[in-house]
């Protein structure tokens, strides 16, 4: 019994270290392309140290099998911040971090096809987290990539955002004339996302403006009824 343990134990522990070596690996591809981006297009231009600064720096997205996007930061002190995602339309869930002074960062977004499902890794200098898509967002996505649209926040020119706003940093949108085959992939998809058909998206916050922003769709929903 207590040999089992230690193998079951010995296990995890290794499992753990190829986890935290892959962040590793992720985070250390992220700095390294903080040097190369600035010696290429320039440093950020920070205007107001007190609003968000997203610029669009990078896309590989010729492939629907490997797509990545880099974004270029400048992240306001003194505040929590989120960065939500969704997948199919619904919110899937978010990640908190917070920020005590200001600073440059970059985002980085990676849309992988591993087999039959569809991994993303969403990085910033400080942490990073996967989500699946799963088979049928893989499948969707590699049936009808073409059509499909990236809207990708600061891709024009850079944007400077208040603190109370909540930046779009990422939408990838399928087109109406593809609502079955999206409804299929996606069943359980929020069913007062019916103008908005959405493969993925990455939104970028205060804790604050998440709060307010829930609280009138509450409103609305009460108003409604």
Same mark, same amino acid.
């Given at each position: 019994?207590?040999?089992?343990?230690?193998?079951?134990?010995?296990?995890?522990?290794?499992?753990?270290?190829?986890?935290?070596?892959?962040?590793?690996?992720?985070?250390?591809?992220?700095?390294?392309?903080?040097?190369?981006?600035?010696?290429?297009?320039?440093?950020?231009?920070?205007?107001?140290?007190?609003?968000?600064?997203?610029?669009?720096?990078?896309?590989?997205?010729?492939?629907?099998?490997?797509?990545?996007?880099?974004?270029?930061?400048?992240?306001?002190?003194?505040?929590?911040?989120?960065?939500?995602?969704?997948?199919?339309?619904?919110?899937?869930?978010?990640?908190?971090?917070? #920020?005590?002074?200001?600073?440059?960062?970059?985002?980085?977004?990676?849309?992988?096809?591993?087999?039959?499902?569809?991994?993303?890794?969403?990085?910033?200098?400080?942490?990073?987290?996967?989500?699946?898509?799963?088979?049928?967002?893989?499948?969707?996505?590699?049936?009808?990539?073409?059509?499909?649209?990236?809207?990708?926040?600061?891709?024009?020119?850079?944007?400077?955002?208040? #603190?109370?706003?909540?930046?779009?940093?990422?939408?990838?949108?399928?087109?109406?004339?593809?609502?079955?085959?999206?409804?299929?992939?996606?069943?359980?998809?929020?069913?007062?996302?019916?103008?908005?058909?959405?493969?993925?998206?990455?939104?970028?916050?205060?804790?604050?403006?998440?709060?307010?922003?829930?609280?009138?769709?509450?409103?609305?929903?009460?108003?409604?009824?």
């Amino acid at each position: 019994m207590k040999k089992t343990l230690r193998m079951i134990g010995c296990v995890i522990i290794i499992l753990m270290l190829v986890w935290l070596l892959r962040d590793h690996l992720e985070l250390s591809e992220l700095k390294s392309d903080i040097v190369r981006l600035e010696s290429s297009v320039g440093v950020l231009d920070v205007v107001d140290p007190s609003r968000l600064h997203i610029k669009f720096s990078e896309v590989d997205a010729a492939s629907p099998d490997d797509v990545k996007l880099i974004w270029r930061l400048w992240i306001p002190g003194g505040e929590n911040w989120r960065l939500t995602h969704g997948i199919g339309g619904s919110r899937s869930g978010y990640s908190g971090f917070s #920020s005590s002074d200001g600073r440059p960062q970059l985002l980085s977004v990676r849309m992988i096809r591993e087999d039959s499902d569809c991994v993303i890794h969403v990085v910033t200098v400080g942490s990073t987290f996967p989500m699946n898509g799963g088979k049928n967002m893989a499948s969707f996505v590699t049936a009808h990539w073409d059509s499909l649209v990236l809207e990708i926040a600061g891709k024009e020119s850079q944007l400077d955002m208040s #603190s109370d706003q909540i930046t779009d940093v990422l939408r990838i949108g399928a087109p109406k004339s593809l609502r079955d085959e999206f409804q299929k992939a996606f069943p359980n998809r929020r069913s007062d996302d019916d103008a908005a058909l959405t493969v993925f998206q990455l939104r970028l916050g205060t804790e604050q403006s998440f709060v307010n922003e829930e609280a009138e769709l509450a409103e609305a929903k009460a108003g409604n009824q």
